[in-house]
């Protein structure tokens, strides 16, 4: 058997403690350019742990133990979610057990609460639904009484046909059980709106997008609440946000062809940094179509998806999906800069003349991609205010100077430019990371340092002069101006050329614990290239195994599930007029 086999069904502490070893005593001895190979060998990044258990389903190990679950090979965590809530409320509905639905902290999950007096009956049906189609059902909140559960949560899980990910228990539907208390019914736990309500809190219908900020904008899908329930507290963005995707195909001739004359008018570019147009700056590994998976998956609330190119678009990319707009160079620089351009910081600085654009935008490189479920509030304050996170990297206080690489000039150039207007010392890098963003912002940034981006915009490769707009200027002015706020983000930065990069993507498999994560590469040895894509191509699939709507290859993976319709439950009282809401797909 190969080893990489054997490795792949060793358990993970024995995986990591030899690549560990391999890296201290191994690697050290091993040509630079043969590092990352080696360490792939010792670390294959998927095990084996799926067996299939009949039909169109899958016995997968996960963190949450061995789960039987539905293959579906484009499946998101959204609709799961969904499914497993109206599936819940169906088996209450035909049980003539009556609930309405709380909103719940937990982006993923979602939750209802039915009396404490019908709790036998509600875990009868639960257990009956669950037992008929291999969900689960598991206690979350025990009571006092073993047979007594204050909460419990249920699921019917669901992967993908290798069984790479699991949409299980994060994606449960929660019963709560309320207790009736002197005319009220008090919640066995916290939640954002009203741990208590009178029993004569009246009855209504609320679309998906009061219980929670992790749906689909525009989602008027209704569900049988109580009014309390349909105010919305003060943390919740409520306003349109749009994502920008730049993205180019290095290996395109035509493409190619432009960069090598654009290359002969520019000969400065050979004097300043081989990283100002080096190949591994514009070369594509298919990050893009798993960016867009996970954008799908973990953030449903994005309301249009912008991709600005070069006039190119990956095969793969359905352009009639009504959410994306595919936009050509030639749109948002006009009469502006200099095409074609090869400065990502040129096309930064154009980013906010997108026809349609919302004021608020999450701006993404496609080798940045999200890890598990996000919310607005991550990227922006109810008010509207973008936040930033900012790297523990700093950035170098030596004056800009011949040595330095394209990026860390536009730091420098930024942190003048800071100084000169605010009086603060710029000191740290920001993180790779989706950047918040304003049009408003960048529009008052370039009419204020109208040379610089004026100057920025017409390099066709980058250059010393240049500064950095959407990934660090505009979030240094913003937070001086009162624009900008610090926030918080867990993410993960590796260089694919590192050989400790497939740890870290083992690990990441293994855990999921991060909001987002780049693979970036800088300058790469090109006997490593190989090893570089092999490593990519082995993770993301893994990591992202669901196609998206962005595909093609999704209009004929599945049907479309039918909408769900609202069920009235058995005792409610008249809903308002106006507040029985259209069910949608």
Not at 492 to 505: A, H, Q
Request: hydrophobic share 40%; net charge positive; charged share 25%.
């Amino acid at each position: 058997m190969a080893l990489r086999q054997v490795l792949r069904l060793a358990p993970w502490p024995v995986r990591r403690r030899v690549f560990e070893t391999v890296e201290a005593r191994v690697l050290p001895r091993v040509a630079p350019e043969r590092r990352l190979g080696v360490a792939r060998t010792f670390m294959p990044l998927v095990s084996t742990r799926v067996r299939g258990a009949g039909g169109a389903t899958l016995r997968v190990r996960t963190a949450a133990g061995v789960l039987t679950a539905r293959a579906d090979p484009a499946a998101a965590p959204a609709e799961v979610r969904r499914l497993n809530l109206d599936r819940v409320v169906k088996a209450l509905d035909e049980a003539g057990v009556d609930w309405f639905r709380v909103p719940i902290r937990a982006a993923g999950r979602t939750a209802v609460a039915v009396r404490a007096a019908d709790r036998p009956d509600a875990l009868a049906a639960l257990r009956r639904h669950v037992a008929d189609d291999r969900g689960s059902l598991r206690v979350v909140r025990p009571g006092r009484r073993r047979k007594n559960p204050q909460v419990v949560a249920v699921c019917w899980p669901v992967t993908d046909p290798g069984g790479s990910l699991v949409l299980g228990p994060d994606l449960a539907c929660e019963v709560e059980f309320w207790t009736e208390r002197d005319g009220r019914l008090v919640s066995p736990r916290r939640n954002p709106v009203a741990d208590s309500i009178p029993v004569t809190e009246p009855v209504t219908v609320a679309p998906e997008t009061a219980f929670g900020s992790f749906s689909a904008r525009g989602d008027t899908t209704g569900y049988r609440t109580r009014r309390i329930f349909t105010c919305v507290d003060p943390d919740r963005v409520d306003f349109p946000i749009d994502v920008v995707y730049t993205w180019v195909d290095g290996s395109d001739p035509a493409w190619q062809r432009r960069k090598a004359q654009a290359l002969a008018d520019n000969p400065w570019v050979g004097e300043v940094s081989e990283q100002a147009a080096n190949d591994s700056r514009f070369a594509s590994r298919d990050e893009l179509r798993y960016s867009l998976r996970a954008l799908h998956c973990f953030a449903p609330w994005v309301r249009r998806v912008f991709l600005v190119t070069d006039d190119q678009t990956p095969a793969w990319l359905d352009r009639a999906h009504p959410r994306l707009t595919v936009v050509s160079h030639r749109e948002i620089f006009g009469d502006t800069g200099r095409l074609p351009t090869f400065n990502s910081q040129a096309i930064e600085s154009r980013l906010h003349r997108i026809p349609g654009l919302a004021e608020h935008f999450l701006y993404l490189n496609d080798d940045v991609i999200l890890g598990r479920p996000v919310t607005p509030e991550m990227f922006f304050t109810p008010g509207g205010l973008t936040k930033f996170f900012a790297s523990a990297a700093r950035v170098d206080t030596a004056p800009r100077g011949p040595a330095d690489r394209p990026a860390d000039s536009a730091a420098k150039n930024n942190r003048r430019l800071i100084q000169e207007t605010f009086g603060r010392m710029l000191t740290r890098k920001m993180m790779h990371t989706p950047h918040p963003s304003r049009r408003s912002v960048i529009a008052e940034i370039e009419e204020r340092f109208a040379e610089q981006v004026t100057a920025t915009a017409g390099h066709q490769f980058r250059h010393p002069d240049d500064i950095s707009l959407l990934s660090s200027l505009q979030q240094y002015y913003a937070y001086l101006t009162g624009k900008a706020a610090p926030g918080r983000i867990r993410y993960l930065y590796t260089d694919l050329s590192e050989p400790v990069t497939p740890l870290r993507l083992a690990r990441l498999l293994r855990s999921r614990d991060v909001d987002a994560f780049c693979l970036n590469d800088v300058d790469v040895h090109s006997a490593a290239v190989a090893d570089q894509e092999a490593l990519v191509a082995e993770f993301l699939p893994a990591y992202l195994p669901f196609t998206s709507p962005f595909e093609l290859q999704h209009r004929n993976v599945r049907p479309i599930a039918a909408p769900r319709q609202p069920s009235p439950g058995r005792d409610d009282r008249p809903v308002p007029p106006g507040m029985a809401l259209p069910p949608v797909a």
